[in-house]
T-cell receptor
Framework: DAGITQSPRYKITETGRQVTLMCHQT?????MFWYRQDLGHGLRLIYY???????DKGEVPDGYVVSRSKTENFPLTLESATRSQTSVYFC???????????FGPGTRLTVL | DQQVKQNSPSLSVQEGRISILNCDYT??????FLWYKKYPAEGPTFLIS?????DKNEDGRFTVFLNKSAKHLSLHIVPSQPGDSAVYFC????????????FGTGTSLTVIP
């Protein structure tokens, strides 16, 4: 399917476990982003990538790792999940840094 | 510290009337602003944008107004329709931040039939 997809859509894990959230886009957009949405905070940028093998930190990068070996994929890994990482995670992509972003449907992550 | 603020968590409007959603920002260097709409269990979708060189941008029923001196923007929806019921986020960016977008906390709009 064309567009941007995220998997899984829902995930429950335990404190200390490693979790990877997947993001895939079919537009060949250069830029990809990871946000988390929390009540009272709106959407906050975790990491972004300008191209394959180029990544950079956003507002709230601590506890997260990203990679981008292929243009179309941008996985987000929580190396040792904490309860404060319970959130809804959105992946997005855009043609360039200044253009509007296209968002995936989100992954609801619960850390027990 | 929240650089983009939406002080009204919710808004209810009758169908056919005007909906006005507000957004304030603290950084005068922001030069590009967007509005996104979000339905439950879906990702945000782009709605309309405005550059700081303009004070108004219109797209069908949606108009965004920018008041740079007040660091304030607003989204007007006329006429409001039940399908407009969603959460609306404003976002701002600037070249100096490398165009990173800062999002507000969102306003939940309910259009009553």
């Amino acid at each position: 399917d064309a567009g941007i997809t995220q998997s899984p859509r829902y995930k429950i894990t335990e404190t200390g476990r490693q979790v990877t959230l997947m993001c895939h886009q079919t537009w060949s957009h250069s830029y990809m982003f990871w946000y988390r949405q929390d009540l009272g905070h709106g959407l906050r940028l975790i990491y972004y990538s300008a191209a394959a093998d180029i990544t950079d930190k956003g507002e709230v990068p601590d506890g997260y790792v990203v990679s981008r070996s292929k243009t179309e994929n941008f996985p987000l890994t929580l190396e040792s999940a904490t309860r404060s990482q319970t959130s809804v995670y959105f992946c997005a992509s855009s043609v360039d840094r200044a253009s509007e972003q296209f968002f995936g449907p989100g992954t609801r992550l619960t850390v027990l | 510290d929240q650089q983009v603020k939406q002080n009204s968590p919710s808004l209810s409007v009758q169908e056919g009337r005007i909906s006005i959603l507000n957004c304030d920002y603290t950084n005068s260097m922001f030069d590009y602003f967007l509005w996104y709409k979000k339905y439950p269990a879906e990702g945000p979708t782009f709605l309309i944008s405005i550059s700081s060189i303009k004070d108004k941008n219109e797209d069908g029923r949606f108009t965004v107004f920018l008041n740079k001196s007040a660091k304030h923007l607003s989204l007007h929806i006329v006429p409001s329709q039940p399908g407009d019921s969603a959460v609306y986020f404003c976002a701002a960016s600037a070249v100096f931040t490398g165009n990173q977008f800062y999002f507000g906390t969102g306003t939940s709009l309910t259009v009553i039939p």
